[in-house]
């Protein structure tokens, strides 16, 4: 198993923010995986996706794993599901694209989400009334402290929103992921955005769901690859009926969401923008013109820049509307 020193950061996060980690692995086997853990028990340790949903903001000391561990096989079938399971390093979109493609359902609507399929379990990746959790059977992992195989039922991963033990924690390489996903497919309207797009097409196909998300994404996301981001900079705030009653007070027109167990869901993006934050620039980092929930790096490779705006940003919305906004990203 190679070992890479000083390794340069920037390429491994979309952010493109620069750092160095002391050491640097891609294992491609569960057996590799085990035994870099066992060999370095004492060293800090960071596992990397696609690295879409992290940046840096200092060099890292210790063992960054990213996982290279590929291959998709079908693990059983009936004639209306099919047990899939996929390595935590192939491509997210990729492995969406081979299921609709193969007619199962069931991750559509999480078309062009940029993940390795391993970190999908880890924020419970969701979008268009989607999330993974609806679609995980198993999550196959191994300890970080000991090296040790371990399964996550679909119950023992403790998805929330945006969230899990995989992602609380901090403990577990994920190395694949196993999905349960439907062999026939019937539309069904989960998102306004997506009724609106799909009006004219009285039964949409899989294909036809996917590729209409994929139009509805690139025409409000910025291309990570051409501006720097990391999607949703923030999570939306979860409220309770008390803090929602405050919110109201003071922006009457504030998106309010059931989020269950008497909690409530109001949008970031919104509040945001209420505190005068649409589209704002500062030096190289700001708010994307048409989504202010996403921070966009116009040009810096200092992940401090991104940290400072993010600091205002929590500042002006906490002081105007008495709510934290929670970084949705990880900052390294
Ligand atoms: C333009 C854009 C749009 C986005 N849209 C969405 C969206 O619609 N919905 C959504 O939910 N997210 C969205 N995101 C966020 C991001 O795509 C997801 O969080 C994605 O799952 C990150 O995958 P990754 O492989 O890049 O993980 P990374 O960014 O590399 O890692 C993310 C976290 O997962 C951990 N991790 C990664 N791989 C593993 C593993 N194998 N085992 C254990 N832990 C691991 C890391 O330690 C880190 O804590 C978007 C991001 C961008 C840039």
Redesign the pocket.
């Known amino acids: 198993m190679i070992i890479r020193y000083n390794e340069q950061l920037q390429p491994y996060n979309?952010f493109r923010t620069k750092a160095t980690a002391k050491m640097f692995c891609e294992p491609v086997s569960m057996a590799e995986l085990s035994e870099i853990t066992r060999t370095f028990p004492d060293e800090q340790k960071?596992?990397?996706?696609?690295?879409?949903?992290?940046f840096f903001t200092k060099d890292f000391d210790g063992l960054v794993i990213k996982?290279a561990i590929k291959g998709i096989h079908i693990l059983s079938e009936t004639d209306d599901f099919v047990e899939i399971e996929a390595g935590?390093a192939e491509d997210w979109d990729e492995f969406v694209a081979y299921c609709v493609k193969n007619g199962y359902a069931g991750i559509e609507n999480l078309s062009l989400?940029?993940?390795?399929v391993?970190?999908?379990p880890?924020?419970n990746?969701?979008?268009y009334g989607t999330e993974a959790r609806d679609v995980i059977a198993k999550v196959k992992t191994i300890a970080l402290q000991t090296g040790d195989y371990q399964e996550f039922s679909n119950e023992k991963c403790q998805f929330g929103y945006?969230d899990s033990i995989?992602?609380r924690t901090g403990l577990?390489?994920?190395t694949s992921v196993v999905f349960k996903l439907e062999k026939s497919f019937q539309y069904k309207e989960k998102y306004i955005d997506l009724r609106r797009e799909l009006e004219g097409i009285p039964s949409p196909t899989l294909m036809q769901v996917r590729e209409t998300i994929i139009r509805i994404r690139n025409r409000k996301?910025?291309d990570?690859k051409v501006l720097a981001?990391?999607?949703?900079f923030f999570k939306n705030p979860i409220l309770t009926e008390e803090e929602k009653v405050q919110l109201q007070q003071k922006l009457p027109d504030a998106p309010i969401y059931n989020a269950g167990e008497g909690t409530f869901k109001t949008s970031a993006a919104f509040l945001i923008d209420k505190a005068g934050y649409k589209g704002k620039r500062e030096g190289m980092v700001g708010t994307y013109t048409h989504h202010s929930l996403i921070i966009v790096n116009y040009g810096t490779e200092s992940g401090s820049e991104i940290v400072d705006f993010m600091h205002k940003i929590q500042q002006e919305v906490q002081q105007q509307f008495g709510l934290l906004l929670e970084p949705e990203v990880?900052i390294y």
Do not use: D, E, T
Request: aromatic fraction near 8%; hydrophobic fraction near 40%; glycine fraction near 16%.
């Open positions: 979309s960071l596992v990397l996706g696609s690295g879409s949903n992290l996982p935590a989400i940029p993940s390795s391993g970190a999908s880890v924020q990746i969701g979008a945006r995989f992602k577990y390489v994920i996301l910025p990570y981001n990391a999607g949703s990880g």
